[in-house]
């Protein structure tokens, strides 16, 4: 999709749309719409809809009035929403291109950041390999400011590589296992940072063997594919050299459970079990472009967890970087066993703080839904850093407890812990089995199991992968602080 910002009074702008934001209880009377507001059509309701043709004295061939809800309540998260469903509201018409009015109090960085966000993310569909020739997208999108708004070009900017790195994100998300094997996603991840001039590694089987990450090659011993630990790298041209993030991400391309495994219905989901890894690729993406002043490094450990002959079996004992030994009870919970040595890995690179996100327990989405990622962190700092990005970038983040009782649930009769804790609290347990390998390093943890993924399309967003958490990453980067 072509980006366009235009600083022009809004009846010049041409575009197959003119999206305007129409507010609950302030009647629209432009446009020739004032008889529809009074008759109580063009109401202002969120995400109403009133396509009006060929408005007199107006360039744009049609203006889309957009309810956007009470006033007060409306923020750039709702713009982002509302531009999104708009944009796929005008793709179900096959107009290819549109504009939005960003007038008074919204011509504002925020909200233009947001409405080009929103604009990408709609117009994401994943249906590359649909093969019939009726896809529906939008090829042009513009912003029409006010004159003299000279930073929302740079907030069109930063939108749009924003939005771009979490459609990446999406695409990686979206591709069938059979597609995107741990050796893909690193090809990808490579030819990502060769793109945008980052440094990228991959550690192969032998070299984690000579590391000691046995946790990880225990669930990669299954497949026929082999496992991939994917690094990336920014450095800032000035670093401090006191702080270095790192990006710690699942990147399990199939999870069938292994040895203890999952039941047929719905397995085809687990596709998405990479979700977290891809999210970190794609955070790299955008802060390549945006280049923040902390250094950050992504680890994503990549693995098949099939059942094969080599397959790990319930009761082995693995012994994890760290040193630390393992007791399998069950081989479907795997993220967090090969998460324990990308985390210990991160730390060995000098990472002074961690935020890992991943696919991890069923247990998350009995707890929130998929409306909420669920957070854990062993520092209050780091927490509230990651929730204040949460918030402003719109990506719903809810705290979950995190406390040394819990422990407990994780002990183990022959090793130093087991790697699943019963039946209750499971989303819990599995961050406090991640929490012995942060150690003392600050970090959160991400559960994106219910939000990496949508099962029914939203008015603003296609079915399938959401690109959570790429855009609260980018901006822990761009607004950390020593
Ligand atoms: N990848 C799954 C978690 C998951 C479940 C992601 C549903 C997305 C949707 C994970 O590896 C897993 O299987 N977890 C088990 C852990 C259990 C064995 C302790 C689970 O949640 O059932
Ligand atoms: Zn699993
Ligand atoms: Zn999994």
């Not at 790697?419 to 609290?425: I, P, Q, S």
Request: hydrophobic letters at 45%; aromatic letters at 6%.
């Amino acid at each position: 999709m072509q980006i366009a910002i235009e600083r022009k009074p809004l009846d010049q702008i041409a575009a197959g749309a003119l999206i305007v934001p129409v507010f609950e209880g302030r009647k629209e009377s432009r446009f020739g719409a004032a008889l529809l507001a009074e008759g109580g059509e063009v109401s202002g309701k969120p995400l109403e809809f009133t396509l009006l043709h060929h408005p007199a004295g107006m360039a744009a061939e049609r203006v889309l009035l957009a309810g956007a809800g009470k006033a007060e309540k409306f923020n750039s998260a709702e713009l982002r929403k509302l531009i999104g469903a708009a944009v796929r509201h005008l793709n179900g018409k096959s107009i290819k291109s549109a504009a939005v009015a960003l007038e008074g109090d919204y011509a504002a960085d925020d909200f233009a950041s947001a409405a080009l966000e929103g604009a990408l993310l709609g117009n994401f569909e994943p249906d590359r390999y649909k093969t019939g020739n009726d896809k529906k997208s939008m090829d042009q999108f513009t912003v029409a400011a006010p004159a003299g708004a000279d930073s929302l070009d740079d907030a069109v900017t930063r939108g749009r590589i924003l939005a771009e790195a979490q459609n990446f994100t999406r695409e990686l998300v979206n591709e069938p296992a059979n597609r995107m094997t741990p050796t893909r996603m690193a090809e990808a991840a490579r030819q990502m940072a060769a793109e945008f001039g980052l440094e990228c590694e991959v550690l192969d089987r032998e070299r984690m063997e000579q590391l000691g990450m046995f946790s990880l090659l225990g669930v990669a011993q299954g497949s026929a594919e082999p496992p991939a630990l994917i690094v990336i790298r920014y450095r800032p041209a000035a670093a401090n050299g006191k702080t270095h993030l790192g990006l710690v991400g699942k990147g399990v391309t199939f999870d069938t459970g292994g040895i203890s495994i999952k039941p047929a219905d719905g397995m085809e989901k687990m596709k998405y079990d990479m979700a977290g890894g891809a999210a970190m690729i794609g955070a790299m993406r955008a802060i390549a472009q945006l280049k923040p002043a902390i250094p950050v490094t992504a680890f994503v450990p990549c693995v098949e967890n099939m059942p094969g002959s080599r397959a790990q079996r319930p009761g082995d004992i693995v012994t994890a970087m760290s040193g630390k030994t393992i007791e399998v009870i069950n081989t479907d919970a795997e993220g967090r066993l090969i998460l324990a040595d990308a985390m210990a890995y991160a730390r060995q690179q000098g990472c002074t703080h961690m935020v890992d996100a991943a696919t991890l327990t069923g247990a998350i989405v009995v707890a929130l839904g998929h409306l909420n990622v669920g957070l854990f962190a062993n520092n209050d700092t780091m927490r509230d850093r990651v929730l204040g990005a949460a918030k402003a970038e719109g990506e719903r983040m809810w705290p979950m407890p995190l406390e040394d009782d819990y422990k407990d649930y994780l002990k183990s009769a022959f090793a130093d812990l087991a790697n699943v804790g019963g039946r209750w609290g499971g989303a819990i347990t599995a961050a406090i089995f991640l929490r012995e390998f942060a150690e003392n390093t600050p970090w959160v943890h991400l559960d994106i199991a219910g939000t990496a993924w949508l099962d029914d399309a939203k008015p603003f967003l296609a079915k399938g992968p959401t690109g959570l958490p790429v855009r609260t990453l980018v901006r822990l980067a761009m607004d950390w602080k020593d």
